[in-house]
């Protein structure tokens, strides 16, 4: 809840921004977009290596409500278990051998855009 009423209220800034001023509230964004660009590849990397640990759910859960109790907020724990849960790299040469190639590396890649929604 407390995450939405964040959105929430960026939301309503960035309006009453963009009615003030057209101009800056453009450039502002663009500076936001742009150092969204540069914190991606880290983002990724790091979801990466999550991908590499290979956690399993009864693992899984239990961290993700402890990162709850202390104040995560719940689309980034959303996007953390389901990292956790359904993209592994490890699992590819299983995953390689029982579904292909193909179906295995379009799998990871489908939720890994799952996990950014």
Not at 36 to 50: H, R
Not at 92 to 114: C, D, H, S, T, Y
Request: aromatic fraction near 12%.
């Amino acid at each position: 809840m407390f995450t939405a009423i964040l959105y929430g209220v960026a939301g309503t800034g960035l309006i009453a921004s963009f009615s003030a001023d057209r101009q800056k509230t453009k450039k502002a964004l663009m500076k936001a977009w742009k150092s969204f660009e540069n914190i991606l590849p880290q983002f990724l990397s790091v979801l990466v290596i999550i991908g590499l640990t290979l956690i399993p759910g009864f693992v899984a859960f239990p961290l993700a409500a402890a990162l709850l109790k202390n104040g995560a907020g719940y689309a980034q724990i959303a996007a953390f278990v389901s990292s956790l849960v359904m993209v592994g790299v490890v699992t590819l040469p299983m995953e390689f051998k029982v579904f292909g190639k193909r179906a295995a590396i379009l799998r990871n890649v489908l939720a890994l855009g799952v996990i950014f929604q």
